[in-house]
């Protein structure tokens, strides 16, 4: 079984910071593509950035100016830095993985976390 586990949410006012973690739980052999994205209220969900394992990275193009995605492969987490946060940031930011293998040599496919809030207001 293979588990996402985001952290780092919270409140904060416009033009704070944040840094969401993910966590890839179970006995990991590899993480492929690991990913963020959000979904605020009423709207369907976006993407924010993916991260592949050799680090080559992929941006919504209204977030890259100010989000930053990062991994640690050796530790199987992924990292959102979030800078200038706006009000529009408001959302449930969940991270997503679209392969793992486990040492058993099973695959799963399309893991998702259960997101963490994050609010942006005055």
């Known amino acids: 079984q293979v588990q996402l586990v985001e952290s780092g949410g919270g409140s904060v006012h416009p033009g704070a910071s944040l840094n969401l973690s993910c966590v890839v739980s179970?006995?990991?052999?590899?993480?492929?593509?690991m990913g963020w994205y959000r979904q605020a209220p009423g709207k369907e969900r976006e993407l924010v950035a993916t991260?592949?394992?050799?680090?080559?990275?992929n941006y919504a193009d209204s977030m890259k100016d100010r989000f930053t995605i990062s991994r640690d492969t050796a530790k199987n987490t992924a990292y959102l830095q979030m800078n200038d946060l706006k009000p529009e940031d408001t959302a449930v930011y969940y991270c997503?993985?679209?392969?793992?293998?486990?040492?058993?040599?099973?695959?799963?496919?399309?893991?998702w976390g259960q997101g963490t809030q994050v609010t942006v207001s005055a």
């Open positions: 997503n993985t679209d392969t793992v293998r486990v040492k058993n040599g099973t695959f799963y496919y399309d893991q």
């Open positions: 179970g006995d990991i052999f590899a993480v492929g593509i």
């Open positions: 991260i592949r394992r050799g680090g080559t990275t």
